[in-house]
């Protein structure tokens, strides 16, 4: 009975480290804290008080630096006995294996944008070296380093009228160029910042030609991006909108590193797949209405149901409570009960609706509804936009059991895996509930129906114009005129919708992950808790435990899958049958 009793134990207490850890996970936070500490390093300082800038271009140095850490951590990973791994631990090793492949494969292609660009900043070698000094406190001769100053300000001039020349750049070497001179001002100005005030000498000498100096680089900047043109692969239009579309082949290698094993082309397969399913769900609600087959006299019938300005919240209050009361019926899921008492709100500003026109979610909701400064069009249109019937399918995305409750989770369970974040899990997974409620009859009237469907067909609109955008098929105005025609967008929140997808804020594959992720976890859903091997609690708590990661990732943790050291992505998630 006592050795019972003590394997028992045992056992319990391995799941339990199990919860927090892995034979890997020491190694995944020494990576990350190795790269960091040298993005740190290697960044200029914004104050005397210590705190970098790591939102500049990286340099050369840098570059080199982070290229040999992955390497030497890549080295650590082939030294581990992978085969005596627990699957938590070949879990982290086929992640931080990816993650740092990942990383080499975006420190190369930044190194070879900024030898495309270096010749237009002959000058940034010098800069460098004088914020080199800075790290360690060097001294600095005031009188030497101001004529230093004059001096690489001459090659600045000199660098501008040669570029006046320039007739164009790819607009990706133009953001990268206005980024590399607008990091030389910053890291010119961590220079100036640590010796100024402290070193008399300096503090003598220096103020006029620093001032001189970081205004050119900066008009620099402006200049290098008023060359940008946009890509070719983008067709002119009336939009405004300006984006770099990646093409496939880069389509095709991200999709690979998201672990999603399939090509653009078959994920907008599937999104008209989706599609379709979409089309009849909102032609029987709008039969049910009495608007026969016009469902976009239904859906204008949802719109107007918006409630009056400054009535809002208390609609977001409603709708919350009748999701978290709908999903604790079912016991679906365990809600921490300090997850329920903290969530906060907050009213989103006019600047951020204009690309965020709906609302979102994390540590708190930020609700998108009109405010004073608006005129009186983009006031109604916000309101039709995010109605009640809308709103419903959408609440729980952004809190309990969605966003909200993934922040809570995450800084709880596995931590470390924050680095190996993705939003097909992160929107997957609050989109995944959208689809399970629905599933599950949540919209009960046709009206909600309606407003649920509204928000699918968005998702699969997501994928399509999102990726016809970035294969060079459609401008940013045809994917306005697409959510707007097809899906029932009001038109400045569709214009929204797409300058925030392109303006360069998102990855690519950003809206692609939304439907794909909650698909993926659809089919996983059915494996395991269909297919009787889960409840819906064990299965929805044990992936709330794993934190953020391919959803590949998930299922190999969930079924104790047979992972190798050299493991790609393989799973088959989507019927592409009748549905």
């Known amino acids: 009975m006592i050795p019972y009793q003590i394997s028992a134990q045992t056992a319990q207490q391995k799941s339990a480290l199990y919860e927090q850890a892995s034979e890997v996970s020491g190694l995944v936070i020494q990576y990350g ?4 500490a040298i993005r740190d390093f290697y960044s200029p300082y914004t104050a005397i008080d210590g705190y970098t800038d790591q939102s500049v271009q990286v340099s050369p140095e840098e570059s080199k630096r982070l290229t040999e850490i992955a390497n030497d951590y890549l080295e650590k990973l082939k030294q581990t006995d992978f085969d005596g791994m627990s699957i938590y631990g070949k879990v982290d090793y086929t992640l931080l294996k990816k993650q740092i492949v990942y990383d080499l494969g975006a420190i190369n292609l930044d190194a070879s944008e ?23 406190g060097i001294y600095v001769d005031g009188q030497e380093a101001a004529l230093q100053l004059n001096n690489i300000l001459k090659e600045v001039k000199s660098a501008q009228t040669a570029f006046a020349a320039v007739k164009s750049l790819d ?10 001179a607008r990091g030389l001002s910053r890291r010119l100005k961590s220079f100036y910042d640590f010796y100024m005030g402290y070193d008399p000498n300096f503090t003598w000498w220096m103020p006029k030609p620093y001032k001189n100096l970081d205004s050119a680089l900066n008009m620099y900047a402006d200049q290098l991006m008023s060359k940008g043109k946009i890509s070719t692969t983008q067709k002119p239009d009336s939009s405004g909108i300006k984006g770099v579309p990646i093409g496939n082949d880069e389509l095709v290698r991200q999709l690979k590193a998201e672990m999603i094993p399939y090509s653009p082309q078959e994920l907008i397969a599937l999104a008209n797949k989706e599609f379709a399913f979409c089309d009849k769900e909102m032609l029987k609600a709008s039969n049910e209405m009495g608007f026969g087959n016009d469902w976009h006299k239904a859906l204008e019938k949802v719109k107007n149901s918006y409630v009056p300005a400054g009535h809002q919240p208390e609609a977001i209050l409603k709708l919350y409570n009748d999701a978290l009361s709908f999903i604790k019926a079912r016991d679906l899921i365990t809600i921490p009960p300090l997850a329920e008492e903290t969530w906060g709100m907050t009213m989103m500003t006019p600047e951020r609706q204009l690309v965020n026109p709906f609302f979102l979610g994390g540590s708190e909701i930020i609700i998108s509804y009109p405010t004073n400064t608006m005129n009186e069009a983009d006031k109604l249109m916000s309101m039709r936009g995010n109605n009640p019937y809308f709103s419903r399918g959408t609440v729980q995305h952004e809190l309990l059991p969605g966003h909200n409750l993934q922040y809570f989770m995450n800084s709880r369970y596995k931590p470390y895996r924050d680095m190996f974040s993705t939003p097909f899990w992160i929107e997957g997974w609050s989109l995944y509930w ?9 919209a009960k009237t046709p009206e909600e129906r309606i407003g649920m469907m509204f928000w699918r067909m968005h998702r699969c609109a997501r994928i399509i114009f999102s990726l016809n955008y970035h294969l060079g098929n459609w401008t940013p105005q045809q994917c306005i005129d697409f959510l707007v025609d097809r899906v029932g967008h009001e038109r400045a929140n569709a214009e929204g919708e797409v300058r925030r997808s392109f303006k360069g804020d998102y990855s690519p594959l950003y809206q692609v992950a939304y439907l794909t992720g909650g698909l993926q976890l659809m089919s996983l859903k059915r494996e395991l808790v269909d297919g009787g091997k889960m409840t819906y609690k064990q299965f929805h708590d044990a992936i709330m435990k794993e934190n953020a990661m391919p959803i590949e990732m998930v299922r190999a943790t969930l079924t104790n899958q047979a992972l190798t050291r050299d493991f790609t992505t393989q799973w088959k998630f989507y019927d592409f049958g009748t549905k």
Do not use: C, H, T
């Open 33 to 36: 804290r190795d790269v960091n």
């Open 114 to 136: 900024y030898s495309k660009i270096a010749g237009y900043i002959p000058f940034a070698d010098e800069i460098y070296q004088l914020e080199k000094k800075r790290r360690r």
């Open 434 to 442: 959208e689809l399970l409620l629905y599933d599950q009859g949540f």
């Open 171 to 180: 607009m990706p070497l133009a953001r990268k160029g206005k980024a590399a």
